[in-house]
Nanobody, 123 residues
Framework: QVQLVESGGGLVQAGGSLRLSCAAS????????MGWYRQAPGKQRDLVAG???????NYVDSVKGRFTISRDNAKNTVYLQMNSLKPEDTAVYYC?????????????????WGQGTQVTVSS
């Protein structure tokens, strides 16, 4: 079992910055891909930024040039630096990880989600 613990959300004025963190913990696992999603009230959960299994990054167009995803592999942690925040960035942000974990001699692959952290940008 793997747990994802997020931190760093909060209330900020438009133009401000926030940094989200997501740390994965557990036993005998490896992360294949990891990223951030967000869900605004009444809307679906969408990818914001992520690392693919090949190590490349991708961003939704609306955050390009403002958000930066980074990671610390030694800590199994991914970060999302959010600059020039806009009211439309307001949402609950969720960390997601595609994880392979060992169950004896086999490996099981599945998705994990964090509990979500609220980001509110006031105008």
């Amino acid at each position: 079992q793997v747990q994802l613990v997020e931190s760093g959300g909060g209330l900020v004025q438009a133009g401000g910055s926030l940094r989200l963190s997501c740390a994965a913990s557990g036993r005998n696992f490896r992360i294949n891909a990891m990223g951030w999603y967000r869900q605004a009230p009444g809307k679906q959960r969408d990818l914001v930024a992520g690392f693919t299994s090949g190590g490349s990054t991708n961003y939704v167009d609306s955050v390009k040039g403002r958000f930066t995803i980074s990671r610390d592999n030694a800590k199994n942690t991914v970060y999302l630096q959010m600059n020039s925040l806009k009211p439309e960035d307001t949402a609950v942000y969720y960390c997601n990880a595609d994880v392979s974990s060992s169950a004896g001699i086999t490996w099981v692959r599945r998705d994990y989600w964090g509990q979500g952290t609220q980001v509110t940008v006031s105008s």
